[in-house]
């Protein structure tokens, strides 16, 4: 079992920056896949970026350019930066990994963390 706890979300105004992260809890653990998405009041929930243990990124289209995923793979640890931030980022954001490695065991079940909540008003 991988526990995610997630902090970071808040109020910020349009225009404004917020900056999200996420640890992942075990030791001896190594994580393939971690990142975030969101769910807004009504809406499904959608993919806001992934970022894979080498690097490579995924990003939704209306985030590019506003959003930046990164990661600390010695802390099992993700971070959202989000510039620019408008009403319609206003969700609540989840931490996502999946394909965790704890103790030499391969998992490929998804976890989820419990969400925080990004609000983006004036």
């Known amino acids: 079992q991988v526990q995610l706890v997630e902090s970071g979300g808040g109020l910020v105004q349009p225009g404004g920056s917020l900056g999200l992260s996420c640890a992942a809890s075990?030791?001896?653990?190594?994580?393939?896949?971690m990142g975030w998405y969101r769910q807004a009041p009504g809406k499904e929930r959608e993919l806001v970026a992934l970022?894979?243990?080498?690097?490579?990124?995924t990003y939704d289209d209306s985030v590019k350019g506003r959003f930046t995923i990164s990661r600390d793979n010695g802390e099992n640890t993700v971070y959202l930066q989000m510039n620019s931030l408008k009403p319609e980022d206003t969700a609540l954001y989840y931490c996502?990994?999946?394909?965790?490695?704890?103790?030499?065991?391969?998992?490929?079940?998804?976890?989820w963390g419990k969400g925080t909540l990004v609000t983006v008003a004036s």
């Open positions: 970022s894979s243990r080498v690097g490579t990124t």
């Open positions: 996502y990994v999946t394909g965790v490695v704890s103790q030499g065991v391969f998992d490929a079940s998804p976890y």
């Open positions: 075990g030791s001896d653990t190594a994580i393939n896949t």
